[in-house]
């Protein structure tokens, strides 16, 4: 008699685990498959995908300016965020930084010279300095 009874026990226990590990295993395979589409598109962006690139911060990644900046510290030349720190995001501004990055130049930071990069177009350069005000 108790093992009969132990038995029922035992195969209603199997049983719900059956029935619970299967209905689980649908709710996986469902969720899996509906957060699969978002999750690839974001792998062929960049890592920062919920960042939003802007043109200057592209131009700044595709240059040698990472050579000698980073954002938030100094490597050769000054980090980003403390350029814009330095200068508020004015037209003139805008220009004058657009023109050093064209030209190159020292003394604002310290003795060591920025190179000159005639290649980038002025319209460039002043999209990547709005990038680089824009760290702040
Ligand atoms: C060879 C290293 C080097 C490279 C490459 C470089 N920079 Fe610089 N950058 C410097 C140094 C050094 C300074 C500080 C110059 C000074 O003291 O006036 C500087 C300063 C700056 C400033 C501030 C200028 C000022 O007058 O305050 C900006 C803006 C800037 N860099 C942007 C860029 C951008 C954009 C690029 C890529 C197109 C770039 N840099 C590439 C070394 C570099």
New binding site residues.
Partial sequence: MRKRYLATLVLSAIFFAACGGESKKTETANSASTQESPAADNSMVSPNANKPVSKGET??AE???????KEEIKV???A?KD?AG??PNTPENVD??AD??IK????????????P?PN?SKED?KE??NY?LSLK
Avoid: Q, R
Avoid at 104 to 115: Q, T
């Fill in positions: 131009l700044i240059s040698d300016c990472k050579t000698c900046h050769v030349g000054p980003f350029i330095k200068y004058k930084l050093k990055i190159g130049g020292s003394g604002n930071w310290g003795e060591v010279a920025m190179l990069h980038v350069a990547m300095v680089i």
